[in-house]
Structures are given as C-alpha cells and as structure tokens.
C-alpha cells in the first residue's frame, strides 16, 4: 500500500491527487463508475488471490499442529470441522468487513450459547479478528473502497487508522487488565452493557439519515470513540465495529471508507488483544485455542468476499445498512442473553 503523488498499482484506482486531502475520495470516485467496472476484476488481482488461499492453507496446516497433538491428530480434525462455528465465523466475518461490525460482538454471544466459556472463545476471536482485519484492509484498498499508505504524504484514511488503532489499543489492553487483573467483572453484565451500547449507536446512526448533518471530516471526534472501542473490544471481544465505524460517520467519514478504516484498524488492535490473552495464557490462565481452526476457516475467506461486496453495492445501501445491522446484532445480542 503506497502512494507517490498518482497512484495507477492500486487495483482497480483512478490517480489520486494528494495535494487536496480527502478521505473518502477514492470511494467516491468509486461509487461514479457503472455497475459494470465495479464488478470486474483485474487479472493481478485475480493471481493476488490465489496467492492468498495459499497463504491460508499454510496457516490452517499451522494451527492443527499446535491445536493439537500432531498432523493428524483426532482433537484437531474435529475441531476443523465443526460446521456450525465454521458457517457462524463466514457469516459474520462478512457481515463485519462489509460494515465494520458484527464479528465478535455476535459471535461471543452465539458461541456462549453453544456451550463454549468466555476463555475459549474471546482469544481466538482476537487471534482471529487480527489476520482477517488486516486481510480485510488490504483488500479494501486493492478493491478501490479507501487509499491507504505507508510512505509519507500519509493519506487521511491511513492517519484515521492510525488513530483508531492507537487509542484502540491502549483500552483494550486497560480493559484486558481491569476486567481479569483487578476486578472480577460478571461476563452476563458485560455482554449486556456492549449490547445496549451498540443498540444505541444503530438508533442514532438511523436518526442522522433523517436529520441534516455534517459532510465534512473532522478527526478530532475519533479518539473518544476509538477508546470506548477499544475499552468494549478488551473485555467482551467484539464491540469494536460498532463503536469505532459509526463514530467515524458520525465524524464526517463516507460509510464505504469507514468501514475499510475499522477492517484495518480492527485487525492492529486485535493483535494487541490477541499477544496479551497469550500472556495471560503463560500466567496459567486456562485459555483455549481449539476453536480457531473451523472458526478461522469461515473468516478468511468472508475476508475475501466481503470487502468486493463494498466495492459493488452503491454507497447509498450502505448508508442504511450499517446503522440497521448495528441495531440487529445488539438486539441479537440481548435475545441469546435472555431468550
């Protein structure tokens, strides 16, 4: 991800002046070309994705060795082949990167339901979140859906991420202490609290399609919004889309950019929240990782389908649909707390 003054290597791109920082340019630019040219894909790209599969058998070869006992070990096998968390982990990883929500604010309470404790399902949704987050970014920028960075001029999208992420990050890792260090938290108040938040965020991005609002960017309303993401994403394992996707909409972001800036930032903050349940893990926790091979399955490869939906569906639907489904994953939340 690089950007010299006109970028052409980005798949699918037009050249994007950087003199004038804009955001949400390269989205826009992407929501004018007809239907047709969304859909397409380049031949590049097309190898860049094969190369990907490949990257993931090489992962999932991985962790059925240290899942279990060995290469063809019984515990392994079985664990790669739970169909209903491999279908959960595709569904919502699409859900999530086609609206920069849902994955672990979901899934925690559907996986609590099939019997699975808070310790072995949080951390492999940390470890989880952080390959498919970042994969999820990468593609949104080779998909045409934001311009990211790593050389200076930093893009606005790049620096977005970098806040999120920063902020992010440090509340995650004080939740993470809070919650398992000092305080004994209740896991049912936490995941009721995370899903009356993420309700109330849906209703009022529902609100703000109704009401005159702000079109320009104003990132200083993104730190307080990245902290109670990272704050919600350390002691439940999901909350953080919600939070961190809308508050940047809110702040002014295009729905199609804000959600690739959460994808990415998503998977930075994961990876802190992933290696500190790992120390925990050395301190003797009883942390398992036997769900991540069938879970991880799913993901991946909705980390792939997904961030192309963003590039074809017009930014309109998203306007509408990233609210509804915030409202939808808090009200599905609360009925697996009290249904």
Same mark, same amino acid.
């Given at each position: 991800?690089?950007?010299?003054?006109?970028?052409?290597?980005?798949?699918?791109?037009?050249?994007?002046?950087?003199?004038?920082?804009?955001?949400?340019?390269?989205?826009?630019?992407?929501?004018?070309?007809?239907?047709?040219?969304?859909?397409?894909?380049?031949?590049?790209?097309?190898?860049?994705?094969?190369?990907?599969?490949? #990257?993931? !058998?090489?992962?999932?070869?991985?962790?059925?060795?240290?899942?279990?006992?060995?290469?063809?070990?019984?515990?392994?096998?079985?664990?790669?082949?739970?169909?209903?968390?491999?279908?959960?982990?595709?569904?919502?990883?699409?859900?999530?990167?086609?609206?920069?929500?849902?994955?672990?604010?979901?899934?925690?309470?559907?996986?609590?339901?099939?019997?699975?404790?808070?310790?072995?399902?949080?951390?492999?949704?940390?470890?989880?979140?952080?390959?498919? #987050?970042?994969?999820?970014?990468? !593609?949104?920028?080779?998909?045409?859906?934001?311009?990211?960075?790593?050389?200076?001029?930093?893009?606005?999208?790049?620096?977005?991420?970098?806040?999120?992420?920063?902020?992010?990050?440090?509340?995650?890792?004080?939740?993470?202490?809070?919650?398992?260090?000092?305080?004994?938290?209740?896991?049912?108040?936490?995941?009721?609290?995370?899903?009356?938040?993420?309700?109330?965020?849906?209703?009022?991005? !529902?609100?703000?399609?109704?009401?005159?609002?702000?079109?320009?960017?104003?990132?200083?309303?993104?730190?307080?919004?990245?902290?109670?993401?990272?704050?919600?994403?350390?002691?439940?394992?999901?909350?953080?889309?919600?939070?961190?996707?809308?508050?940047?909409?809110?702040?002014?972001?295009?729905?199609?950019?804000?959600?690739?800036?959460?994808?990415?930032?998503?998977?930075?903050?994961?990876?802190?929240?992933?290696?500190?349940?790992?120390?925990?893990?050395?301190?003797?926790?009883?942390?398992?990782? #036997?769900?991540?091979?069938?879970?991880?399955?799913?993901?991946?490869?909705?980390?792939?389908?997904?961030?192309?939906?963003?590039?074809?569906?017009?930014?309109?639907? !998203?306007?509408?649909?990233?609210?509804?489904?915030?409202?939808?994953? #808090?009200?599905?939340?609360?009925?697996?707390?009290?249904?």
């Amino acid at each position: 991800m690089s950007n010299p003054p006109t970028e052409t290597d980005s798949a699918f791109q037009e050249p994007v002046d950087y003199a004038e920082p804009a955001i949400d340019r390269a989205a826009r630019r992407l929501d004018e070309k007809p239907i047709g040219d969304r859909v397409r894909l380049r031949r590049r790209t097309r190898r860049r994705l094969v190369l990907l599969v490949a #990257g993931y !058998l090489v992962i999932l070869a991985g962790s059925v060795l240290v899942t279990g006992d060995g290469p063809a070990d019984s515990q392994s096998v079985r664990s790669l082949l739970l169909p209903g968390v491999l279908l959960a982990g595709f569904v919502f990883e699409t859900l999530d990167s086609a609206s920069g929500m849902g994955f672990g604010t979901s899934l925690t309470p559907l996986l609590f339901s099939f019997g699975y404790a808070p310790l072995e399902v949080v951390p492999v949704l940390f470890v989880t979140e952080t390959v498919t #987050g970042l994969l999820a970014g990468v !593609l949104h920028h080779e998909f045409g859906n934001v311009q990211f960075s790593v050389t200076p001029p930093l893009t606005d999208a790049t620096r977005a991420v970098a806040l999120l992420a920063g902020v992010g990050v440090l509340g995650t890792l004080v939740s993470i202490g809070f919650a398992y260090l000092l305080v004994e938290l209740p896991a049912r108040a936490i995941e009721v609290y995370v899903a009356l938040l993420v309700i109330a965020m849906g209703v009022i991005g !529902l609100l703000r399609q109704l009401l005159p609002s702000e079109v320009s960017y104003r990132p200083r309303r993104l730190a307080g919004f990245a902290l109670l993401a990272g704050v919600n994403k350390g002691i439940s394992g999901g909350g953080y889309g919600p939070i961190a996707t809308l508050g940047q909409i809110y702040a002014g972001v295009y729905e199609k950019t804000a959600t690739a800036i959460t994808s990415l930032a998503e998977g930075i903050v994961s990876l802190v929240g992933a290696v500190a349940y790992f120390g925990l893990f050395l301190g003797g926790f009883p942390i398992e990782y #036997g769900l991540f091979p069938s879970l991880f399955t799913g993901a991946f490869f909705a980390a792939i389908v997904a961030p192309y939906l963003v590039r074809v569906l017009p930014g309109r639907v !998203l306007e509408y649909l990233i609210p509804l489904y915030a409202f939808a994953i #808090g009200a599905f939340a609360l009925v697996q707390l009290f249904g």
